[in-house]
């Protein structure tokens, strides 16, 4: 672990050359208890060729973040407001026709379900395939061969066999493997990646992540990958984006916020995730508390209640004011730069080895 040293000027990480700009995203649900607010003002950048990490504990609005980028969302119980830019163009006003033409095509996902992606009732070939042709103008014979490619590269044993398989022939990691190929059979410049890996045992996981790698490197696409796996985010993020309660909590490269997080969630995050490579003998600390109710967020900063560090911030402001995250390598927090070094040095980074 290093020392802390002075980020504050460094280049940010959001740029102008934003692939996919998210400003402001407000996700609702209507429910039968109420309004879920389960994105609430998020912002956030991705560069072509790079890799966002995004973490955040369960029920943090990661994968409705990334369903309503693709606008995988039901209009009929979900209002959405704010930009989502890809390429310069908003994807919140983009008709459903022209959504679905990009889908699969210029943006795709892997889903953290992978039965959601796959429908029971055609072969796995035809479904990699099916994409390829409509977005292309493949032949079906063409289509059928980039199956079996797409096939044997995510590592399916008889390829050849196998594209005439039905999902539920497939076992668990299988189907995992075969919507990975399926969002990647037309090279997509965002490839959102919502825990593709969880179900793999480790040989496989490095494969398909080095699978993403490639596609990144010959296409410069850009991916959005959320796990709660540190070891996998710090292999294949640039950046991290932490998130808490549908809102983003801190941002920076993920060296950095890996190196010398400075939000007290973030801080109770990574001493509750094991560590690639740490030492055993820490043992890993739940955050005390629950996350909060979307129904009725708490007021101000919405860590405050679980937060062990608002004494040091004067008067009530945790519990009244919403801190802002700035731009850049930012955290979303009242406690001032000095305070969050100093809490970080003395309690936090020995519980980080
Ligand atoms: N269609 C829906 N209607 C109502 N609430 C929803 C709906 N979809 C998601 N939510 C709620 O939105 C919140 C964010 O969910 P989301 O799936 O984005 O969490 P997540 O960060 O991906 O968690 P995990 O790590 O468990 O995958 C959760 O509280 C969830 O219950
Ligand atoms: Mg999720």
């Given at each position: 672990?290093?020392?802390?040293?002075?980020?504050?000027?460094?280049?940010?990480?959001?740029?102008?050359?934003?692939?996919?700009?998210?400003?402001?995203?407000?996700?609702?649900?209507?429910?039968?208890?109420?309004?879920?607010?389960?994105?609430?003002?998020?912002?956030?950048?991705?560069?072509?060729?790079?890799?966002l990490g995004i973490v955040g504990e369960s029920g943090s609005g990661k994968s409705v973040t990334n369903l309503t980028v693709l606008g995988l969302h039901n209009p009929k119980t979900t209002t959405v407001e704010g930009e989502i830019l890809l390429d310069g163009?908003?994807?919140?006003?983009?008709?459903?026709?022209?959504?679905?033409?990009?889908r699969g095509n210029k943006v795709a996902m892997i889903f953290q379900d992978p039965l959601t992606a796959l429908s029971p009732y055609y072969t796995v070939g035809?479904?990699?395939?099916?994409?390829?042709?409509?977005?292309?103008?493949?032949?079906?014979?063409?289509?059928?061969?980039?199956?079996i490619e797409m096939l044997t590269k995510v590592g399916i044993p008889q390829p050849k066999t196998r594209v005439d398989d039905y999902p539920h022939q497939f076992s668990g990691g299988m189907r995992q493997r075969a919507m990975i190929a399926m969002a990647l059979v037309c090279d997509p410049d965002l490839l959102?990646?919502?825990e593709p890996t969880t179900a793999l045992d480790v040989t496989v996981q490095a494969q398909i992540l080095d699978l993403l790698k490639d596609l990144q490197q010959e296409f410069g696409s850009a991916i959005?990958?959320?796990?709660?796996?540190?070891g996998v985010i710090s292999d294949m993020a640039d950046d991290l984006l932490v998130m808490y309660s549908g809102r983003a909590v801190e941002r920076g490269s993920v060296r950095e916020v890996l190196r010398e997080p400075r939000h007290p969630y973030t801080w109770g995050l990574l001493s509750s995730m094991p560590r690639l490579g740490g030492s055993t003998s820490q043992p890993l600390t739940p955050i005390p508390g629950s996350p909060p109710s979307l129904?009725?967020?708490?007021?101000g900063c919405p860590f405050h209640p679980r937060c062990t560090f608002t004494d040091k911030v004067s008067g009530d402001r945790c519990s009244t004011e919403r801190p802002a995250l700035g731009t850049g390598r930012a955290a979303a927090c009242h406690l001032t730069a000095e305070q969050k070094q100093t809490i970080f040095i003395d309690k936090i980074q020995p519980r980080l080895r």
């Open positions: 672990m290093s020392t802390l040293t002075k980020t504050e000027g460094e280049k940010a990480p959001t740029g102008p050359d934003s692939f996919l700009s998210v400003r402001d995203l407000r996700v609702r649900f209507s429910t039968e208890d109420g309004i879920v607010k389960a994105v609430d003002g998020l912002s956030f950048d991705v560069e072509r060729g790079k890799t163009q908003d994807l919140v006003t983009t008709p459903e026709k022209e959504l679905e033409k990009l035809r479904q990699i395939a099916e994409p390829f042709m409509k977005h292309t103008g493949a032949s079906k014979k063409e289509a059928r061969e980039r199956a959102i990646a919502d959005i990958f959320i796990t709660h796996d540190l129904l009725n967020p708490p007021s």
